[in-house]
């Protein structure tokens, strides 16, 4: 960032609104983001650091994982969403789960983790590779760094037969963008991890796809999330058509292609802690 540019701004906000988009996406990605844990090595009885933890899916996803006798403790920066996600976890009843208010760049912790994870943060830090190296401290030798983060390049490889789809994809990428986040961090995990002094990761991808009008308005859910900055940042919603009917549309497109919709490609990369 230049002396001149303007701070960065969390794009997606913290209305209720949005705090719901996350619980639905978080169910639509909880399978996805499961096995993925689990294949990284996260189990029973672990003690994990759960990065941007948002209303606390991934924690409590985790404490799934990890058990009664493991701990989860989220970071988060936004104290609504830290209310959200405290409350859940009361409701849910587990005791194992804590959550900290803090930037993920500054955490300080003096018992050490054995593993730290998250799931669509490192997109939003301006410094990845600090973050990771300061992460990696906290975590102990032979521990685990395991992120699941965004890419959406092989979205438009296969979308190109739905336009209305692409046009909001491409909104959503720009006003991601233009916000500083980068929605196209899923595959630079690979250098990242390594320039923070991770050995090289272990990576998969996983795209999920869908045509149920649930499933569609996870786009329409997404730029409805975003739009106070798409008007901020003087993006124009013009090309998506009329606004209000533009869950009908995306549905109507996808139908008469005869095929499916996809969803961003959720990359996962873990890596052990020398
Ligand atoms: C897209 S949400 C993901 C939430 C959760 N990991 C999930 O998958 O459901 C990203 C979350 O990271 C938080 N966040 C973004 N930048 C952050 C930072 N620098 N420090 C702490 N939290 C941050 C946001 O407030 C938001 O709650």
Partial sequence: MTANSPPSRYALGSTDSEHERLIQQAARLARCTERFFREAGIGKDQRVLDLGSGVGDVAM???KIVGPSGEVVGVERDPRSIARAKARVAEAGL??????Q?????IASTRPFDAAVGRFILMFVPDPVAVLRSLSELVRPGGILAFQESSWAPIFAISTHLPLWSAAASLMCETFQRSRANPE???ALYRIFQEAGLPAPAMQMEIPLGD???FIRWMYDVICS????????????GELGDFDTLPERLQAEVAASNGVASWMAVVGAWSPKA
């Fill in 102 to 106: 803090s930037d993920v760049s500054q």
């Fill in 95 to 100: 005791r194992n789960v804590s959550f900290t």
């Fill in 226 to 237: 975003l739009r106070p900055q798409i008007q901020q940042l003087n993006l124009s919603l």
């Fill in 185 to 187: 961090i899923g595959l």
């Fill in 212 to 214: 149920d009008p649930d």
């Fill in 61 to 63: 996803l985790v404490a």
